[in-house]
């Protein structure tokens, strides 16, 4: 995109594939981008008076934090949007449940705004594009924080039936997605339970609901904001690609792999993102021991034929 900032508004043309966002949703949308927010501050509180974070609220953290980053990682985007794998119906269930946990809307919402995403990268059309407002200093700044957190709250949102049919007629995704309230009651409420099992008392229930339910979804959050941000401005790009998908090798194991994002817009439905030596995956790993198990098959590994193919020349 190179029009000037002034012209971008101007000059923006009509996305196909998407409808308008029901009024009722924006609300839930600042109180689920805001409310972690809170939860941090909270917590910074909570550990200067305590002399740090417990091992119990830690444990909690970094628990449903692998469980819901993965669901999003995995579930969400690998499995769901780009099929770079086949499942049994079971752990489908367990994929989609974990992935709406980390409170990032339902599975074939998410989909959808995906698939759209790919379709458009980086040019009109595209959900969260940074260079949406062009390319001068200031355009840059604004389109960081329109791609970071600022599309969340879009008047449009995309067509489930334009960009997710295929989930659209799955009974069982259907079912899922209705019942994503429950979810984000669980992903908030669960850690709270486990927290006052664990020290029978309502401070460690709060303290876990803190850090094991708030600071951890706050995390999951910013973290695949910053994929949809970062990872198209700052970063290598050692593969073809029609966009500005980059790789930002310091965001690898917290995003569970999810920034070796120029492979991934350069082959999309691979199951492995981080292709090169020394470019860990973890969101690779677990597809790799579901296959093992026998739990996972028909997974698009990358082949030398394939990464040669879309490899930039030297």
Same mark, same amino acid.
């Given at each position: 995109? !190179?029009?000037?900032?002034?012209? /971008?508004?101007?000059?923006?043309? @009509?996305? @196909? ?6 009024? =009722? ?7 689920? /981008? ?6 941090? /501050? ?31 990682? /995995?579930?969400?985007? $690998?499995?769901? !949007?780009?099929?770079?794998?086949? !499942? ?8 989609? +449940? ?10 074939? !919402? =998410? ?15 595209? @959900? ?7 390319? %001068? ?13 600022? &599309? ?12 997710? @049919? ?10 899922? #997605? ?32 803190? &850090?094991?339910? *708030? ?9 695949? &904001? +910053?994929?949809? %941000? ?6 290598? $790009?050692?593969? #073809?690609?029609?966009?500005?998908? +980059? #790789? ?13 994002? #120029? ?16 470019? *860990?995956?973890? %969101? ?26 879309? $490899?930039?020349?030297?």
């Amino acid at each position: 995109m !190179t029009l000037l900032d002034s012209e /971008v508004e101007k000059t923006r043309k @009509p996305v @196909p594939g998407v409808k308008p966002r029901p009024g =009722w949703e924006l609300p839930l949308v600042y109180l689920v /981008v805001g409310l972690p927010v809170v939860g941090l /501050v909270v917590g910074i509180v909570l550990a200067t008076r305590h002399g740090g974070i417990s091992i119990t609220d830690a444990a909690l953290a970094l628990g449903f934090y692998l469980f819901t980053a993965f669901g999003i990682t /995995v579930g969400f985007h $690998r499995f769901f !949007t780009h099929q770079a794998f086949k !499942t049994h119906r079971v752990l489908k269930i367990v994929l989609a +449940s974990a992935g709406m946990m980390a409170l990032e809307g339902g599975v074939i !919402t =998410w989909v959808a705004d995906h698939r759209r995403h790919h379709a458009f990268a980086d040019d009109e059309g595209d @959900p969260h594009s940074p260079w949406r407002y062009g390319r %001068s200093p200031f355009g840059l700044v604004r389109g960081l924080l329109w791609a970071h957190t600022g &599309w969340l709250f879009d008047s449009e949102k995309s067509s489930a039936r334009r960009w997710a @049919p295929d989930l659209v007629a799955d009974r069982d995704l259907i079912v899922l #997605n209705k019942l994503f309230p429950l979810f984000a009651i669980a992903s908030l409420g669960l850690p709270a339970l486990i927290g006052y099992g664990v020290t029978g008392t309502a401070a460690g229930a709060f303290s876990a609901f803190v &850090w094991g339910a *708030l600071v951890r979804i706050l995390v999951v959050h910013h973290v695949t &904001w +910053s994929v949809n %941000s970062l990872c198209h401005v700052i970063g290598e $790009r050692p593969f #073809n690609t029609k966009d500005e998908a +980059s #790789n930002v090798n310091w965001l690898a194991i917290v995003s569970l792999g999810e920034s070796w994002h #120029n492979l991934h817009h350069a082959d999309p439905k691979c199951a492995r993102h981080g292709v090169e030596k020394g470019q *860990l995956d973890p %969101s690779a790993a677990l597809i790799k021991l579901f296959e093992r198990t026998g739990l996972a098959w028909d997974v698009r590994w990358p082949t030398e034929q394939r990464l040669a193919r879309i $490899r930039k020349a030297a």
